[in-house]
């Protein structure tokens, strides 16, 4: 085969792959700060992901204000009690996870989806979730970039969107659809915590795959 002249060397792509693989979502953080140049860079990293229309659907709102941490620490905790609730005979083990790091995590960030979304057609016409999709990648791009950066990262959305945007000032039309715990971590995670926990098994990739239709049962 002739060679790329556009592909990454072998080191390079090993360290794409690795962050990939490697990335977890973390509740425990060893509580020490965070670099600030670190948070510039893995802001810089979400804000170059691609969205619909090139819209820009993100909004990051960083808390340094610790009351009102607590405040969305709460929220999150209100949240997590109704899930529990809701949950009726995982309750008891739903209970013993631990869903968010907001206790020990360097840094809170809101990531939310802008106001008058309304107003971006292209590509938003039949699937106006492209929004989203596009925020995700954002929060992708912080995520995979802070692995490298050997910086955890969990993402909580146990929370009233409502209630974090009346809290947050939030105008209307705008929806905060994470709460991002970010931070020095003791170690990751070799596994989702969700299976260490044994709350759920990942599927491998050929369980998810299919050709020229929807994957049929075997
Ligand atoms: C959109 C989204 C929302 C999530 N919300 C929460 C959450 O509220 N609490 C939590 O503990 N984990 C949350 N997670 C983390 C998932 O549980 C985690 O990604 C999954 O178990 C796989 O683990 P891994 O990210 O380490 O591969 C969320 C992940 C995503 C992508």
């Not at 809101?110 to 106006?128: C, N, S, W, Y």
């Amino acid at each position: 085969m002739e060679s790329n002249p556009w592909q990454f060397s072998a080191a390079e792509r090993d360290a794409v792959y690795r962050a990939i693989r490697e990335r977890r979502d973390m509740r425990h953080f060893s509580g020490e700060p965070l670099d600030p140049d670190i948070l510039k860079r893995l802001l810089q990293a979400a804000h170059q992901a691609p969205s619909v229309g090139l819209m820009q659907p993100w909004r990051f709102i960083r808390i340094t204000d610790s009351q009102l941490r607590q405040r969305i620490r709460g929220l999150v905790e209100q949240e997590r009690e109704a899930t529990a609730d809701a949950l009726n005979e995982r309750e008891a083990e739903f209970l013993r996870l631990k869903v968010e790091g907001m206790d020990k995590c360097a840094e809170v960030l809101v990531v939310a989806l802008m106001d008058q979304r309304e107003k971006h057609i292209f590509g938003r016409r039949t699937l106006p979730e492209m929004d989203l999709a596009s925020v995700s990648c954002a929060i992708q791009n912080l995520w995979l970039a802070a692995r490298a950066e050997g910086v955890g990262v969990g993402w909580v959305s146990l929370f009233d969107p409502d209630a974090l945007g009346a809290l947050l000032q939030m105008p209307e039309g705008s929806k905060a659809i994470a709460v991002l715990c970010i931070g020095p971590v003791d170690a990751f995670y070799d596994r989702p915590m969700l299976e260490q926990e044994g709350w759920a098994e990942a599927q491998p990739l050929e369980a998810l795959m299919a050709e020229n239709c929807w994957p049929q049962q075997d």
